[in-house]
């Protein structure tokens, strides 16, 4: 074999090496995502990747009608936002939303007497907490796989009516 034929035969198996080493390695990575189950998340992480992007005003929801320093809207208003848009855009949750719980208090009231998990708005903030109780499914950062829950939650600003974050948990 020439000297010139030589090189091209050599090049051409370089670069066929090169591009099984590439699809090796993409079928690899993809294949080892697929089969990685979840991260065991806790409620306070989730919590985090939940938070609204501005948790100190929020993100208008509620249309705020009660005159007064107390609630500026009621448990059913809540109740029908929560029933009629669900969870936050990163969580699906399987089936009719089912609005176990609705109460209005102060961040340290409701962290103290009705959340399990620290709802991360401040003590003395008036919120409103809304929790349901479904097949609650998020994204995994992690391992782009899913994680499942049968509890979530959506807090509101008690006299905005905006929307300050949600997560989920068991």
Do not use: W
């Not at 990747?49 to 509620?62: E, K």
């Not at 929560?82 to 340290?108: D, E, W, Y």
């Not at 009231?109 to 499914?137: A, F, K, M, W």
């Not at 499942?148 to 949600?166: E, K, P, W």
């Amino acid at each position: 074999m020439s000297r010139p034929s030589r090189r091209i035969v050599i090049a051409s198996c370089s670069v066929g090496a090169i591009i099984l080493a590439i699809v090796f390695a993409v079928i690899s990575r993809s294949s080892a995502t697929a089969q990685t189950s979840p991260a065991p998340f806790g409620p306070d992480y989730l919590t985090g990747v939940a938070r609204a992007p501005q948790p100190d005003t929020g993100i208008p929801a509620i249309h705020p009608h009660l005159p007064g320093s107390g609630p500026a809207f009621t448990a059913a208003d809540a109740r029908d936002y929560v029933t009629t848009h669900g969870l936050g855009g990163h969580m699906a949750v399987k089936g009719a939303i089912n609005v176990t719980l609705v109460v209005f208090g102060t961040g340290a009231q409701i962290d103290r007497q009705e959340s399990p998990i620290n709802v991360g708005v401040g003590n003395d903030r008036l919120i409103c907490y809304v929790e349901i109780h479904n097949t609650i499914i998020i994204g995994d950062p992690v391992t782009h796989g899913t994680i499942t829950h049968t509890r979530g939650f959506v807090i509101f600003d008690a006299h905005t009516g905006n929307f300050l974050g949600d997560g989920a948990f068991d």
